[in-house]
Structures are given as C-alpha cells and as structure tokens.
C-alpha cells in the first residue's frame, strides 16, 4: 500500500514513517523539510501520486486560536482537495483527547483543532479521526509552557500521557484498517495528577525547578476541569507504562 505521512519528519511522523515501511509499505514522508507544504500546497500533487491512504500528524506552530485556525484550515482544505485529485481512499488525521469539550468550554487551540475536525467529517471523503492523549515525550514542554519566575505552576486536572511510539504503531493500524468515518481514542495505561507527572520527570532531568498545583493554572491558555484530558470509556489502552518509557530513556524513578 502507497501511504503519504504528512508531517512525516516530526517526532511521530518518524516512528510512523519508520513502521509502515518496516511493514512493507511504500511509504512518502511529506514536509516542509521533504520539500512539501501542506499549508500553501508546495509539493503536494506530487507527494500523493499513487496514494491509497493520507496520514496528516502535522501541527501548527500557533496555539491561539487564531493562527491555529489559519494553519489547520489552509492545510487540511489542500489536503482534501488534492487527496482527491489523487484517488486518495482514507483520510486520518491526528487529534487530541478533550477537543470537542475544550473546544466548547475554552476556544482556543482546541476550537482550531475540532474546525479541523469538523471539515475532514463533513467533507464527503472516508475518514477516521484519530484522538490521543499527551505524549510522555511532551511532558516537558508542558513544564516550559506553566514555567514564571522558575516556578511551574499546574492544573490539578488528571492527565493519561501516551508514549510517541505507542500512537505511531496505533496510527499505523488505523493506516492499514478500514475507515471508520468516525473518531478512535487512544491513551496510556495510566493516569496521573498532572502537577505530579510533571514533577517526576523534572526531577528526573536534574532541573531545579519547583512544581506546584495551582487551581488557577491553565494548560496552553486553557482551564482544565479534573477528567477533561482524559480519554472516554471506549478508548484502546496502549502497553507502555510511564516507568517503562523512563527506563527506555536511560531515566528511572526511585
């Protein structure tokens, strides 16, 4: 099967990319840095010559509402309109666990991401929509984002991180399965306070910074109720445990 990864240069369009053509598949690994732009177009009729299945992981560099929504619109609107162009067969985009709730409490980056959504869904096309939870390889970030005066400062809310690699084998099943014109959840097999994930990993870095739970903290610009970050009742747990994830990583908790 011809499958194009959009995004396929990222840290899961990589591990997706490496599967599928461990798996036999003539894979195209299409991005800014492959010479194709999803967003203006650059590149794209060519990348998708011969392609059975898209596969967009890409994200936008903008978290507010407004240059998310520039991006994920001009992008995905391509995307269909040369998919089909191309005879493109299934259409997968990756999404976040919670959109549809944030998108409805908060705006914000998630009101661009359930557009986004929203598009692909009515577009005629068969589709399947694949929600994750947070990566433990974004955790970090997450740290960087809540970080004033050397301090994090977190939501109380509960977090079920996901390893990069588990979404990548679990995106590959969706590229190689049947569309489900639908959304599938994916999550990690646990779930934790998100001001004690934090802290475990930073701990772990050796970086000094002091965590704290703060009920007035926002996540990316966003409250957060306690269950919104977690995935529905029907989601597909993946193995990877976060001490597991750690010991990949040359890391362990004590």
């Given at each position: 099967?011809?499958?194009?990864?959009?995004?396929?240069?990222?840290?899961?369009?990589?591990?997706?990319?490496?599967?599928?053509?461990?798996?036999?598949?003539?894979?195209?690994?299409?991005?800014?840095?492959?010479?194709?732009?999803?967003?203006?177009?650059?590149?794209?009729?060519?990348?998708?010559?011969?392609?059975?299945?898209?596969?967009?992981?890409?994200?936008?560099?903008?978290?507010?509402?407004?240059?998310?929504?520039?991006?994920?619109?001009?992008?995905?609107?391509?995307?269909?309109?040369?998919?089909?162009?191309?005879?493109?067969?299934?259409?997968?985009?990756?999404?976040?666990?919670?959109?549809?709730?944030?998108?409805?409490?908060?705006?914000?980056?998630?009101?661009?991401?359930?557009?986004?959504?929203?598009?692909?869904?009515?577009?005629?096309?068969?589709?399947?929509?694949?929600?994750?939870?947070?990566?433990?390889?974004?955790?970090?970030?997450?740290?960087?984002?809540?970080?004033?005066?050397?301090?994090?400062?977190?939501?109380?809310?509960?977090?079920?991180?996901?390893?990069a690699d588990d979404i990548a084998a679990a995106i590959a099943t969706v590229a190689t399965g049947s569309p489900v014109n639908g959304i599938v959840e994916f999550a990690g097999p646990e779930v934790f306070r998100l001001e004690?994930?934090?802290?475990?990993?930073?701990?772990?870095?050796?970086?000094?910074?002091e965590v704290r739970a703060d009920p007035l903290a926002t996540y990316f610009g966003t409250e957060l109720d306690e269950r919104e970050l977690l995935p529905?009742?029907?989601?597909?747990?993946?193995?990877?445990?976060?001490?597991?994830?750690?010991?990949?990583?040359?890391?362990?908790?004590?």
């Amino acid at each position: 099967m011809r499958i194009a990864v959009i995004g396929g240069t990222g840290l899961i369009g990589t591990r997706l990319v490496a599967r599928l053509a461990a798996e036999g598949h003539d894979v195209v690994s299409a991005s800014r840095a492959t010479g194709v732009n999803a967003y203006t177009g650059e590149g794209l009729a060519e990348a998708l010559t011969g392609v059975e299945t898209l596969v967009d992981v890409s994200n936008s560099g903008y978290l507010d509402e407004r240059g998310a929504n520039d991006f994920f619109y001009g992008s995905t609107m391509n995307l269909l309109a040369y998919g089909d162009v191309a005879g493109v067969k299934h259409h997968i985009a990756l999404s976040v666990v919670g959109t549809d709730r944030l998108a409805r409490t908060e705006g914000g980056y998630f009101a661009a991401k359930a557009a986004q959504e929203r598009l692909i869904s009515r577009s005629g096309r068969r589709y399947t929509i694949v929600h994750g939870t947070q990566f433990f390889e974004f955790v970090r970030s997450i740290a960087d984002a809540a970080t004033r005066q050397n301090i994090v400062r977190l939501s109380q809310a509960l977090i079920q991180p996901i390893a990069a690699d588990d979404i990548a084998a679990a995106i590959a099943t969706v590229a190689t399965g049947s569309p489900v014109n639908g959304i599938v959840e994916f999550a990690g097999p646990e779930v934790f306070r998100l001001e004690a994930l934090v802290q475990n990993d930073l701990r772990l870095r050796g970086d000094p910074r002091e965590v704290r739970a703060d009920p007035l903290a926002t996540y990316f610009g966003t409250e957060l109720d306690e269950r919104e970050l977690l995935p529905g009742p029907d989601a597909t747990l993946a193995p990877t445990r976060f001490s597991d994830w750690l010991e990949l990583a040359g890391m362990r908790l004590n």
